[in-house]
C-alpha cells in the first residue's frame, strides 16, 4: 500500500509540474513553459546550489519571471566554471578562461529606486547590427534596468544578423547568457519575457496611451518573431520614449536616490564643468585616470567633451513612468558600452555595474568550455612547435568579410608589416577571422605557425555552429599578444576581457588599466591605443576603454 500510495504521489507531482509548467500564452496562443507559476498565488521557495556551496532561495514570484524553458535552460551558477557536462576540459584546465569573480555581497544590492510594492517596466528593441552590436545595446539597456529598479522585458525570439547557421535561425539571449541565473542570484533584478509582460499588462486592463493619457485594453497585436515592427509599433505608442537618451550627444545620469534634490546636484555638476575649460580628449587623462571614488564633478568630467556635453538624467517624472521603452532609431541606437554612457552619482554604484558586466553578463558554459578545450589543444600546439616547448601563443583578429571601414582591410604582407615588430618569428598564431579563403594568410605562414578554429572543430562537434565567433573571441583574448582590427566590437570585447584578466591575474600595467600586449593594425596612430590608459571619446563603439576594469573591486561591501 505505501510503494503504491508513494508512486501515486510522484504521478501526481509530474503532472502538477506539467500544468505549472503549461499554459502562459504567447504571442500566437501557444502555450510555454517560459515561466513557472503558483495555481493558487502562494509563496513557494526553490533553492539553487552554486559551485561554492551557497544557497540562494528566491519566491515563486521571482521564479514566475525567470524560469527558462527545461528542454533550453542554460541555468548554470555563476561562481567558476565546471565543463563535466559539456565534454570537459577538466576544471584546472577550463579555469584559465575565468576572468569573472563570486562576490556574495554584490548579489545582494538593490537600486535605491527598487520598489517590489511598485513594479515599473523597461523593454528595449534590439540593435540591427551584428552579434557584439547587439550585446553592447543588451548590457547598457540590462545595467538600466537595474539601476533603475525596474523589471526588465526580454525582447522576443527573433532573427540576428550574421547567425542563422544551421537549423537555428532565432535566437534571444537566453541563447547566449546565463539570464536565468543573473536574475536568481540577484535580489534587486527581475527579468521576464514579453509573451509574460503581455500577459500581466492585459490582466492588469491594458498600458496607458501616450498621447491620449488613457490606460486601454491590450487590442490584438499581429506579431511573431519574423514580425516584430507591430509589437514595438505599438509599445512605441504606449510608453515612455526617451528620445534625446543618444549616446553620442548625451550622457545618461543616474542619480544616487530619488527625488530632486539629487538630480539637481547633478545638474549643478555639469554646470560647474561647463563654466571652465573642457578637456582635451586625447591628452588630459592619458595614464592618468581620474580616482574611480572621486568627486562627482571629477569622474563626470572625464566622460564629458565638446561633443558630449549634456546630461540626460533619470529624473524624478522619469522614475514615476510605469514603462520605458528604448526604441531602435538613429537618435536613440544604443550603439555603446554601457560604461561609457552611464554615470553614476554614487561612485560605488558605478563599480557595482561594472562588475556586475564582469561577473555575470558572460557566455554560457558550452560556449567557455569549447573555447577552453580549444585554447589547451591551441597551447598544445604552441609547446610543440616551440623551441622551449613554451605554450604561449600570440592571437590576431582580422575582420574582412562586410566590414564597412576599408581602411582596415589589408593584405597579408600589410598585416605582418604592422605586427612582425611585436610578435616572435616562428612562434604560434591563432588567427580569429571571417576570412574563409585561408590562402590568403600564406604570407603571413612563412613567417608563424598559423592556427585557426577550423583546425579544431573536431573538439567541438555538436556545439551550435552560430557560436563559432564567440568562440574565436576566447580563444584569442588568451593570446600572450593580441592584434584587432579597429573600429570591430568583436576585437574590443576581447581587449574588455583581457582588461578582466588583467585586474584578476595582476598583469603588467593593471593599476593604471594599460594592456602593454594589445595592438591595433590600423590606423597608425592607433597602435598603440590599449598600451596606455585613454579616456572615454566618440564615436565610442570604435574600441573598449580601461575604466570598465580599472580599479574595479575597489568598494566591495560598501553598497
Same mark, same amino acid.
Given at each position: 500500500?505505501?510503494?503504491?500510495?508513494?508512486?501515486?504521489?510522484?504521478?501526481?507531482?509530474?503532472?502538477?509540474?506539467?500544468?505549472?509548467?503549461?499554459?502562459?500564452?504567447?504571442?500566437?496562443?501557444?502555450?510555454?513553459?517560459?515561466?513557472?507559476?503558483?495555481? &493558487?498565488?502562494?509563496?513557494?521557495?526553490?533553492?539553487?546550489?552554486?559551485?561554492?556551496?551557497?544557497?540562494?532561495?528566491?519566491?515563486?514570484?521571482?521564479?514566475?519571471?525567470?524560469?527558462?524553458?527545461?528542454?533550453?535552460?542554460?541555468?548554470?551558477?555563476?561562481?567558476?566554471?565546471?565543463?563535466?557536462?559539456?565534454?570537459?576540459?577538466?576544471?584546472?584546465?577550463?579555469?584559465?578562461?575565468?576572468?569573472?569573480?563570486?562576490?556574495?555581497?554584490?548579489?545582494?544590492?538593490?537600486?535605491?529606486?527598487?520598489?517590489?510594492?511598485?513594479?515599473?517596466?523597461?523593454?528595449?528593441?534590439?540593435?540591427?547590427?551584428?552579434?557584439?552590436?547587439?550585446?553592447?545595446?543588451?548590457?547598457?539597456?540590462?545595467?538600466?534596468?537595474?539601476?533603475?529598479?525596474?523589471?526588465?522585458?526580454?525582447?522576443?525570439? &527573433?532573427?540576428?544578423?550574421?547567425?542563422?547557421?544551421?537549423?537555428?535561425?532565432?535566437?534571444?539571449?537566453?541563447?547566449?547568457?546565463?539570464?536565468?541565473?543573473?536574475?536568481?542570484?540577484?535580489?534587486?533584478?527581475?527579468?521576464?519575457?514579453?509573451?509574460?509582460?503581455?500577459?500581466?499588462?492585459?490582466?492588469?486592463?491594458?498600458?496607458?496611451?501616450?498621447?491620449?493619457?488613457?490606460?486601454?485594453?491590450?487590442?490584438?497585436?499581429?506579431?511573431?518573431?519574423?514580425?516584430l515592427g507591430p509589437l514595438w509599433e505599438y509599445l512605441q505608442g504606449h510608453s515612455h520614449l526617451p528620445a534625446d537618451w543618444d549616446p553620442e550627444t548625451c550622457i545618461a545620469a543616474i542619480p544616487s536616490e530619488s527625488g530632486q534634490a539629487a538630480v539637481d546636484e547633478l545638474e549643478e555638476a555639469m554646470a560647474e564643468i561647463l563654466k571652465g575649460e573642457l578637456p582635451d580628449i586625447f591628452l588630459t587623462y592619458e595614464d592618468k585616470p581620474t580616482d574611480v571614488d572621486g568627486p562627482v564633478v571629477d569622474r563626470l568630467k572625464e566622460m564629458t567633451s565638446k561633443d558630449r556635453k549634456r546630461l540626460c538624467i533619470y529624473d524624478t517624472k522619469m522614475q514615476e513612468?510605469?514603462?520605458?521603452?528604448?526604441?531602435?532609431?538613429?537618435?536613440?541606437?544604443?550603439?555603446?558600452?554601457?560604461?561609457?554612457?552611464?554615470?553614476?552619482?554614487?561612485?560605488?554604484?558605478?563599480?557595482?555595474?561594472?562588475?556586475?558586466?564582469?561577473?555575470?553578463?558572460?557566455?554560457?558554459?558550452?560556449?567557455?568550455?569549447?573555447?577552453?578545450?580549444?585554447?589547451?589543444?591551441?597551447?598544445?600546439?604552441?609547446?610543440?612547435?616551440?623551441?622551449?616547448?613554451?605554450?604561449?601563443?600570440?592571437?590576431?583578429?582580422?575582420?574582412?568579410?562586410?566590414?564597412?571601414?576599408?581602411?582596415?582591410?589589408?593584405?597579408?604582407?600589410?598585416?605582418?608589416?604592422?605586427?612582425?615588430?611585436?610578435?616572435?618569428?616562428?612562434?604560434?598564431?591563432?588567427?580569429?577571422?571571417?576570412?574563409?579563403?585561408?590562402?590568403?594568410?600564406?604570407?603571413?605562414?612563412?613567417?608563424?605557425?598559423?592556427?585557426?578554429?577550423?583546425?579544431?572543430?573536431?573538439?567541438?562537434?555538436?556545439?551550435?555552429?552560430?557560436?563559432?565567433?564567440?568562440?574565436?573571441?576566447?580563444?584569442?583574448?588568451?593570446?600572450?599578444?593580441?592584434?584587432?582590427?579597429?573600429?570591430?566590437?568583436?576585437?574590443?570585447?576581447?581587449?574588455?576581457?583581457?582588461?578582466?584578466?588583467?585586474?584578476?591575474?595582476?598583469?603588467?600595467?593593471?593599476?593604471?588599466?594599460?594592456?602593454?600586449?594589445?595592438?591595433?593594425?590600423?590606423?597608425?596612430?592607433?597602435?598603440?591605443?590599449?598600451?596606455?590608459?585613454?579616456?572615454?571619446?566618440?564615436?565610442?563603439?570604435?574600441?573598449?576603454?580601461?575604466?570598465?576594469?580599472?580599479?574595479?573591486?575597489?568598494?566591495?561591501?560598501?553598497?
Open positions: 500500500i505505501i510503494v503504491i500510495l508513494m508512486a501515486l504521489l510522484s504521478i501526481i507531482n509530474i503532472l502538477a509540474s506539467g500544468i505549472l509548467d503549461d499554459g502562459i500564452l504567447s504571442n500566437n496562443g501557444d502555450s510555454s513553459s517560459n515561466e513557472m507559476a503558483n495555481g &493558487n498565488g502562494k509563496i513557494t521557495q526553490k533553492r539553487f546550489q552554486n559551485q561554492g556551496g551557497k544557497t540562494l532561495r528566491k519566491t515563486a514570484e521571482k521564479m514566475t519571471q525567470q524560469q527558462p524553458p527545461p528542454e533550453t535552460t542554460n541555468s548554470q551558477s555563476l561562481a567558476g566554471l565546471s565543463c563535466d557536462s559539456f565534454g570537459g576540459p577538466s576544471e584546472e584546465v577550463a579555469s584559465e578562461m575565468v576572468f569573472w569573480s563570486d562576490i556574495e555581497s554584490d548579489s545582494l544590492y538593490k537600486s535605491p529606486f527598487y520598489d517590489e510594492s511598485s513594479i515599473k517596466y523597461i523593454t528595449f528593441e534590439p540593435d540591427h547590427g551584428g552579434w557584439n552590436n547587439i550585446r553592447m545595446a543588451m548590457e547598457t539597456v540590462l545595467v538600466m534596468a537595474h539601476a533603475m529598479g525596474r523589471t526588465l522585458v526580454l525582447p522576443p525570439k &527573433n532573427g540576428i544578423y550574421l547567425l542563422g547557421r544551421g537549423h537555428n535561425t532565432e535566437f534571444t539571449f537566453q541563447d547566449f547568457f546565463h539570464l536565468d541565473s543573473i536574475a536568481v542570484e540577484h535580489e534587486g533584478l527581475n527579468i521576464i519575457s514579453m509573451e509574460e509582460f503581455l500577459r500581466r499588462k492585459a490582466a492588469e486592463g491594458g498600458l496607458t496611451d501616450r498621447e491620449t493619457g488613457e490606460k486601454v485594453a491590450l487590442p490584438t497585436i499581429n506579431w511573431d518573431s519574423q514580425r513612468e510605469p514603462l520605458i521603452h528604448f526604441a531602435y532609431s538613429e537618435e536613440t541606437r544604443l550603439l555603446s558600452h554601457f560604461y561609457a554612457f552611464i554615470f553614476f552619482q554614487d561612485w560605488k554604484q558605478d563599480l557595482w555595474s561594472k562588475r556586475f558586466i564582469r561577473d555575470h553578463v558572460r557566455y554560457i558554459d558550452e560556449i567557455m568550455c569549447a573555447a577552453a578545450r580549444i585554447v589547451a589543444a591551441v597551447r598544445a600546439t604552441a609547446a610543440t612547435n616551440s623551441p622551449t616547448q613554451s605554450t604561449e601563443y600570440d592571437s590576431l583578429h582580422v575582420r574582412r568579410g562586410d566590414f564597412q571601414f576599408e581602411n582596415t582591410r589589408l593584405e597579408a604582407d600589410e598585416l605582418y608589416a604592422k605586427s612582425s615588430d611585436e610578435l616572435t618569428e616562428g612562434a604560434t598564431v591563432y588567427v580569429a577571422t571571417d576570412e574563409r579563403a585561408k590562402e590568403f594568410f600564406d604570407p603571413l605562414r612563412e613567417h608563424y605557425k598559423l592556427v585557426f578554429l577550423d583546425d579544431y572543430l573536431h573538439l567541438i562537434k555538436g556545439v551550435n555552429p552560430n557560436y563559432y565567433g564567440m568562440l574565436d573571441q576566447l580563444v584569442a583574448y588568451r593570446g600572450r599578444v593580441f592584434f584587432g582590427t579597429w573600429f570591430s566590437t568583436l576585437s574590443g570585447y576581447v581587449n574588455r576581457m583581457r582588461g578582466y584578466a588583467s585586474v584578476k591575474q595582476k598583469w603588467e600595467g593593471y593599476e593604471r588599466g594599460a594592456l602593454p600586449q594589445s595592438f591595433y593594425f590600423v590606423p597608425d596612430d592607433r597602435k598603440f591605443e590599449m598600451v596606455k590608459y585613454k579616456g572615454v571619446r566618440l564615436p565610442i563603439y570604435m574600441r573598449e576603454f580601461p575604466t570598465s576594469w580599472r580599479d574595479i573591486d575597489r568598494g566591495i561591501g560598501e553598497l
